[in-house]
């Protein structure tokens, strides 16, 4: 039985998808920014990331596995490829599976008041 597999760090949600045929292989990149707090969500490790023409982001992790992570954009170096922890902003890496493919996505959340989903911000 084939099962999906979900992540959650802060808010950054991945959820085990199939990549659509039309996305196109992008360079890694922070999958999401802190509005206000310096802090960003990376994924690094054995990765590549896709993006669909709807704008998706999705993340083909390899056989060495990869972490997301929540950290300062001030000590991030860019290296991607690094099976290095960094220093945490808020809240724990979480572990990605190895040979598993993701769909990355920012958490929402309903607005009774204003009566619609909303990104959760950082």
């Known amino acids: 039985m084939d099962t999906k597999h979900f992540v959650h760090g802060g ?14 292989k992008i360079a890694n990149k922070p999958v999401a920014y802190g509005e206000k707090s310096g802090h960003l969500h990376v994924i690094t490790g054995d990765v590549e990331l896709f993006e669909d023409e709807n704008g998706n982001i999705f993340a083909s992790v390899g056989s060495d596995g990869a972490t997301l992570q929540h950290t300062h954009e001030s000590i991030f170096d860019n290296n991607f490829a690094s099976q290095r922890i960094y220093q945490k902003a808020d809240h724990k890496p979480v572990k990605l599976r190895p040979s598993t493919t993701y769909k990355v996505s920012i958490h929402k959340r309903y607005n009774p008041l204003a009566r619609h989903w909303e990104n959760v911000k950082d």
Do not use: C, F, L, M
């Not at 808010?11 to 196109?24: M, T």
């Open 11 to 24: 808010d950054v949600q991945a959820i085990s998808h199939a990549i659509p045929a039309r996305a196109k």
